[in-house]
């Protein structure tokens, strides 16, 4: 084979450390190495050029750069002329020349060992070709709430097809129901209306409402979803909106919509009906009811999925004490908002109402997080009382108010126009008088307790996830975290939902206001759009299994953070490329060592510590091979270099993409052959950029840590450190501290 | 003994909400007597005074405080911990000593009247002294 | 040399139907008990003392007791298995420790 060795000196840089002459000279030396050249700014014009002259000229099939880390000049290195999977990058200057800059001779050394193991590595390479996936520009939308409707039409205008799917006859979710919303009080018929047109006047809209997902299968790029629709019982065409029907039902089984709503036409709900009584037939003018239409069966093939099934109120029938139920006038903040809208209660005549804050959130028994929008929705409603009447008197029983950045303004508009506000939560509602509630309560500030008599009293009561996020979980397996919120685990990504394609928008991630959620809607739409143009070319470094060495364990199946294995055709497991995010967990966990990464396979770890150079140190040092994963502890062991700490030359550092990755049979192998001590170096728990794969790789150490006892080797001798992207020292300090141990402990005895 | 019902790290919990001072029956007639007042003063370390502080002893263990609790704070038990804290620092009202003494010399809280017994043909009730001075013993010794 | 599940260890291998102990015995002796979901040996008797089950443990949940031919009460026989190679640690009832090193000839 034919490979090229090419050692950058960094405009001198390196060449002060590490000898590079005399191992251009040892290099030369090794077999099929055809050319080893030193170059003292190689990412340069020039430096690329010489290396795609000589890929051509001596039609070189490997090529070795030893220079920076691989995280640097990824764009010069990119192009030279052969795949890039065939190009093996060492990194002499970050772990060698700056790590050990207080140590030329042992750095050297390292730098040695380092060069033949990854041209070992080189060797075993094979030219990997990314993929090319058609994929179908449409997504479907699940939740025709304020999230679903702006997301489908972001998506919409941006040319792509959209397929928009809700429970209920109309679009619009909770927020149609409003009175009005904060901060500036807008009637929702507004927004909505706006959100509306754009949809009908859009064709790449597809609405698809009394619909329900049935099941959903295939993978990014290509989902399958079955929808079951229930029948509307009214022509969609024919309706002129006359109200006849509305008049004359006897059993409230007609939805009847508003002047904004969409679709604007009636729907019949069947199961309210009586047997025979078609009265809304007989009087419908044009004919538009068929009592008989029956629900239909549909499916549709979408690239991406977006999640915006939003939330459900929280029911304080539970928390007894507060009398919701049970006591006339007991109302929670949503049916209050009913109430102002439909005028059910006047409030000209001047009315006394209270309002008491964090019923069932903040609860550890109930809902243990804040609701986000409760004091706002209280203080909303204030205002409103105070301005059909200022003599309606106004009281909110607080914990804490939580109104951030400018809805502070309300807050103290609620305060000037004479809202009372107390901190101290009422233990107990009753009725002594008729129509009337009482209640006594500590004020905690005056120190005072008061009896206060109110007409009506207003439970903020918070938002709890709506049955469909739960039901979602089933259907596409999205991991919902311990309240039931969609969990994206990545604090940087918060649409993400551990799965490939499918992306969260609106409350059912976490509670949040019109605003907000509309925000969140569009950063969905935009991955969604993200997602559409880059996964037609599909890297080719996904794990493959070996089915003649694979046993069927199913650990994989169990352990993938993504859920992206499944059995093929003949039974054995495979990782779906597209749901696939490449940590390698698989290929870590795998008792028989039967699954390999593109990049990166067992046959290849295995062969690079045949050839390391045990003794690259002397015969008297204990020497360390470290796993470090890509995303903290490779970059923080960079940066280390970078910040000039250094740390023993015992170390040796080979990158992994996860913590996970690292195969027991490997560490097996390092220790039977005789070195002292093997290192894991992950991100710290819950930063895994894979959600468990730091988790999963402390755990399989334990297990190896506790075979080394029964061998009467030292447990110690195989450790794993948390090392997060700005723990450099600790790094350095671990290290030092680790071969301080090993010299204690002596070398392996299995050293030969 | 105690330190199972006690738990430390729950006070922590407490953001002052008021619920159970609004719910005390004892608050109702005596507003000085504030459970979330002393559950604050405990939890920052400021409750040097508390064991003089004759409220301390107001608490019925009604448990309202603890029902309702959105955190599930145990306010009761803590209350109960702090009595006996308070005790063994040798703070404890007139009342209880004079109960202990005549339950250690009689057997009982109310004293007896045999005589009376007697008259309305009633047979008479043993003193229990003995028996209440051996469970004492027997929990001094389990300390 | 019956195997001997050590329960604390032992995982089920995930609770699917077929841990890996039982694909690989030849006698068709492990399985998994539906009770407690941890593997056991159904015929300590029938045992050929291959010790395939011990070797594919992913746990190290797996070991070898020693009858009193071989090494007796107290000595051990214990392998770790690496990508291309399988050391054994030998404990003899004194507790001498010897390790031995050897080559398998599977592909890596």
């Known amino acids: ?752 | 003994m105690y330190n199972e019902f006690f738990d430390r790290e729950k006070l922590k919990y407490c953001y002052q909400c008021g619920k159970c001072s609004s719910g005390c029956d004892i608050n109702r007639i005596d507003v000085s007597f504030q459970p979330h007042r002393l559950l604050h003063l405990i939890s920052i370390g400021a409750a040097d005074n508390l064991m003089e502080d004759a409220g301390l002893w107001k608490c019925t263990t009604c448990f309202t405080c603890s029902e309702r609790c959105p955190q599930g704070i145990k306010v009761t038990e803590i209350l109960w911990i702090a009595r006996t804290i308070a005790v063994k620092a040798g703070h404890i009202p007139e009342l209880l000593i004079t109960q202990k003494d005549i339950l250690l010399r009689t057997g009982r809280l109310i004293p007896m009247d045999n005589k009376k017994r007697g008259k309305a043909g009633l047979t008479a009730i043993q003193e229990e002294s003995s028996v209440v001075a051996r469970i004492f013993e027997i929990v001094e010794k389990e300390k | 040399m019956p195997p001997y599940v050590v329960k604390d260890k032992c995982d089920g291998c995930k609770g699917k139907e077929e841990p890996l102990c039982e694909q690989i015995c030849i006698g068709d002796l492990m399985t998994l008990d539906m009770n407690t979901g941890k593997a056991y040996c159904r015929s300590l008797r029938d045992c050929w003392d291959c010790m395939s089950c011990t070797k594919i443990c992913p746990k190290g949940a797996i070991e070898q007791r020693i009858p009193y031919q071989l090494g007796y009460h107290g000595a051990k026989l214990i392998p770790m298995m690496g990508t291309d190679s399988i050391t054994w640690t030998c404990v003899d009832i004194n507790g001498k420790v010897e390790r031995f090193t050897y080559r398998t000839r599977n592909k890596k």
């Open chain 1, 1 to 752: 084979m034919k490979i090229g060795i090419y050692l950058c000196t960094c405009e001198g840089e390196i060449e002060k450390v590490i000898d590079i002459d005399s191992l251009v000279k040892e290099a030369s030396g090794w077999s099929g190495i055809t050319d080893v050249h030193k170059d003292a700014f190689l990412c340069s014009e020039d430096g690329i050029r010489k290396i795609r002259k000589d890929v051509e000229s001596s039609g070189l099939e490997r090529v070795l750069i030893a220079a920076c880390s691989p995280f640097f000049k990824m764009e010069e290195f990119s192009d030279l002329g052969l795949n890039k999977y065939l190009v093996e990058r060492v990194n002499i200057r970050e772990q060698c020349s700056r790590a050990h800059r207080n140590d030329p001779e042992n750095a050297t050394k390292k730098t040695k060992a380092m060069l033949r193991i990854f041209l070992e590595k080189a060797k075993y390479s094979q030219p990997l070709q990314p993929l090319q996936l058609p994929s179908l520009r449409s997504a479907l939308v699940i939740g025709g709430g304020v999230a679903g409707i702006n997301a489908s039409i972001d998506i919409a205008e941006t040319g792509n097809e959209v397929f928009l799917i809700e429970k209920n006859p109309f679009l619009g979710g909770k927020v149609a129901g409003f009175h009005k919303y904060f901060p500036r009080m807008c009637p929702p018929s507004c927004g909505l209306e706006l959100m509306f047109s754009k949809i009908k006047s859009n064709p790449n809209v597809h609405v698809l409402t009394s619909s329900e997902i049935d099941t959903i299968s295939g993978s990014p790029c290509n989902f399958e979803i079955f929808i079951k629709t229930s029948p509307r019982h009214i022509d969609m065409d024919k309706c002129v909106l006359c109200g006849k029907c509305l008049e004359v039902c006897p059993h409230n089984a007609i939805v009847y919509p508003e002047g904004f709503s969409y679709p604007c036409i009636p729907a019949i709900n069947k199961g309210l009906c009586a047997v025979d009584c078609n009265k809304c037939v007989a009087v419908c003018p044009v004919d538009a009811i068929d009592l008989d239409e029956e629900g239909k069966a549909t499916n549709i093939k979408v690239g991406a999925i977006v999640l915006a099934t939003g939330w459900e109120p929280f029911d304080p029938t539970p928390l007894a004490e507060f009398g919701y139920g049970r006591l006339e006038n007991v109302v929670t903040n949503i049916e209050f908002e009913k109430i102002s809208k439909e005028k059910k209660i006047s409030f000209e005549e001047p009315k006394k109402v209270a309002f008491i804050q964090c019923v069932g959130s903040r609860d550890e028994r109930h809902l243990p997080y804040c609701s986000d929008v409760c004091c706002m929705v209280s203080i909303k409603q204030a205002l409103f009382l105070k301005e059909v009447n200022p003599d309606n008197e106004v009281y909110i029983f607080y914990n804490d108010i939580r109104t951030p950045g400018e809805y502070e303004e309300l807050y103290q508009k609620a305060r000037r126009r004479g809202t009372i506000f107390i901190k101290g939560i009422p233990s107990e509602l009753k009725q002594d008088e008729p129509q009337k509630i009482n209640f006594s309560v500590f004020d905690t500030v005056a120190g005072k307790r008061l009896d206060i008599t109110t007409d009506m009293v207003v439970l903020a009561t918070g938002i709890k996830p709506s049955q469909g996020t739960i039901d979602l979980k089933e259907k596409i397996g999205i991991v919902l975290n311990k309240n039931n919120f969609v969990e994206s685990h990545i604090q940087c990504y918060p649409q993400d939902t551990q799965r490939n394609a499918v992306f969260s928008a609106g409350c059912c991630r976490a509670p949040m206001d019109v605003s907000r959620s509309i925000e969140s809607a569009g950063a969905a739409a935009i991955k969604t759009l993200q997602f559409f143009n880059n996964c037609t070319e599909i890297t080719p470094d996904n794990p493959a299994v070996n089915i003649l060495k694979c046993d069927v364990c199913k650990r994989c199946i169990e352990e993938c953070p993504f859920k992206a294995y499944s059995f093929d055709e003949k039974g054995f497991p495979k990782s779906d490329i597209m749901k696939c995010r490449r940590c390698g967990v698989c290929m870590g966990g795998c008792p028989l060592a039967a699954i390999s990464l593109g990049g990166l396979s067992i046959e290849q770890l295995s062969v690079m510590l045949d050839v390391f150079d045990r003794s690259y140190l002397g015969e008297d040092e204990p020497l360390i091979l470290g796993f470090l994963c890509k995303n903290d502890a490779y970059r923080a062991v960079d940066d280390a270099a970078l910040k000039g700490i250094t740390y023993p030359p015992n170390f040796f550092g080979i990158m992994v993409p996860c913590a996970g990755a690292v195969n027991g049979a490997i560490i097996a192998k390092a220790i039977s052959t005789g070195i002292d001590g093997v290192l894991i170096a992950g991100c710290p728990d819950n930063q895994c950029h894979y959600i468990h794969g730091s988790t999963l790789a402390k755990a399989r150490l334990t297990d190896i840590s506790n075979k080394l006892k029964e061998m009467y080797l030292e447990p110690e001798r195989v450790r794993f450190i948390s090392i997060g992207r700005d723990d450099p020292e600790k790094f350095a300090d671990s290290i030092e501290e680790y071969v301080e141990e090993l010299k204690k402990m002596g070398r392996n005895p299995l050293r030969l």
